[in-house]
């Protein structure tokens, strides 16, 4: 079974903070997905990256970066945490390929900003 | 840009009943058509997906009826069951070049099932 774990499943941190999200696959994929969870916006694109040290930004990269050192792990960042980033995040992978390879989510890290 | 809407928000139906949660989207590009299904406390999972060559798909109790004139499609729920209670995303995936998929999701269909 693919697994896909994240770092914690509750964070709570103070503004102008930094924030470390880490993502860790276990089935040897290409393709890894960083997305935010809100209610009656359904799930956005944040980054992702199709290859180690590769990134592309998606459709809310603001206020965000990510790392990708290895194949298995993807790290979100929060350089200076605001309380519009409190959150649901949501880290996804995937096989590179053809038409049809689904992603596989974590459990989610519920982000709170104070 | 919302490309992928998603109706009704929230839906409450009686157990043996037909859910039925609809789906449009924009992009002609869109070349395969996931549904996810999340439980609480729990990431999405892939429930069932289509391709646009193809106006249904059928796995168990699930099935997907696609239009691709009508850039819509929706997921049907037979016998409804309290355990189907989750929320439920439609997404429109492009799968680019570079061998990455880009996936819109809908907002959601958060689903009851009474008994």
């Known amino acids: 079974d693919v697994k896909v774990t994240q770092s914690s499943r509750y964070l709570v941190k103070r503004t102008g903070e930094k924030v470390f999200l880490e993502c860790v696959q276990d089935m040897d994929h290409e393709n890894m997905f960083w997305y935010r969870q809100d209610p009656g916006l359904g799930l956005r694109l944040i980054y992702f990256?199709?290859?180690?040290?590769?990134?592309e930004k998606g459709d809310i990269p603001e206020g965000y970066s990510v790392s990708r050192e290895k194949k298995e792990r993807f790290s979100l960042i929060l350089e200076s945490a605001s309380t519009n980033q409190t959150s649901m995040y949501l880290c996804a992978s995937s096989l590179r390929g053809l038409v049809g390879y689904e992603q596989y989510f974590g459990p989610g890290t519920r982000l709170t900003v104070t | 840009q919302q490309q992928v809407k998603q109706s009704p928000q929230s839906l409450i139906v009686q157990k043996g009943g037909i859910s039925i949660i609809n789906c449009a989207y924009e992009n002609t590009a869109f070349d395969y058509f996931p549904w996810y299904q999340q439980f609480p406390g729990k990431g999405p999972a892939l429930l069932i997906a289509?391709?646009?060559?193809?106006s249904e798909k059928k796995e168990g109790r699930f099935t997907i009826s696609f239009n691709k004139s009508a850039k819509q499609f929706s997921l049907h729920i037979m016998d409804s069951q309290p355990g189907d209670s989750a929320t439920y995303f439609c997404a429109a995936t492009l799968h680019m070049a570079g061998g990455y998929q880009k996936v819109t999701f809908g907002t959601g269909t958060k689903l009851q099932v009474i008994p």
């Open positions: 289509i391709r646009p060559d193809v």
């Open positions: 990256s199709y290859d180690v040290k590769m990134k």
